[in-house]
């Protein structure tokens, strides 16, 4: 039984102003058995028991709205995960929590991170003379690590079969740690 008593259901609340986000991650998650509810001031008493996402427009908004379910609402730290856009808001989130003395820590997904370790890679690939389809297979391998990915998508066409000498899915410790199988000449 999942959590608060539904048969095979996880729950999650998302408390976000942003139409478009709640569905689509509403969306994204019940593909992996979560039901996803709305979430707002309107039920954020019940967040002591079910996990909360928070997105807000810009991460100080976002910072803030941590802010008051901690310290109006007295939501544990460890039910909360803040999506950010900037680096700079984890640091914020510490020092929300340090300053009203919470116990724990908020959980939270930078975007910008998530952006950055994409592009360097991205970088680092190409000058080490990795092909697009390559880079494409490894970041197909990356974000199957997140989630289940679409199985067609570590599939090779055979246009990436004529461009690459061995075909098939990455095995992503060779290519983290620079033993590529094919490079531009």
């Not at 008493?45 to 997105?55: N, S």
Request: aromatic share 10%.
């Amino acid at each position: 039984m999942a959590l608060n008593g539904t048969p095979g259901m996880k729950k999650i609340y998302f408390d976000t102003s942003n139409r478009e986000y709640f569905e689509t991650v509403k969306k994204i998650l019940a593909t992996k058995g979560w039901q996803v509810m709305d979430g707002g001031w309107h039920c954020s008493a019940k967040y002591k028991d079910v996990p909360v996402i928070v997105y807000d427009n810009s991460t100080a908004a976002t910072v803030n709205t941590v802010r008051s379910l901690l310290k109006k609402r007295k939501v544990p730290p460890k039910m909360v995960c803040a999506l950010l856009d900037q680096h700079e808001g984890q640091a914020d989130l510490n020092r929300v929590i340090k300053e009203l003395g919470c116990e724990g820590e908020v959980s939270s997904i930078c975007s910008a991170v998530i952006y950055d370790y994409m592009f360097q890679s991205v970088r680092l690939l190409l000058r080490k003379g990795y092909r697009d389809a390559e880079i494409q297979k490894f970041f197909d391998f990356e974000l199957g690590r997140i989630g289940d990915v679409d199985s067609s998508l570590l599939r090779s066409t055979e246009e990436e079969e004529k461009d690459s000498s061995g075909g098939g899915p990455l095995d992503f410790f060779d290519r983290k740690f620079g033993g590529l199988s094919t490079k531009t000449e």
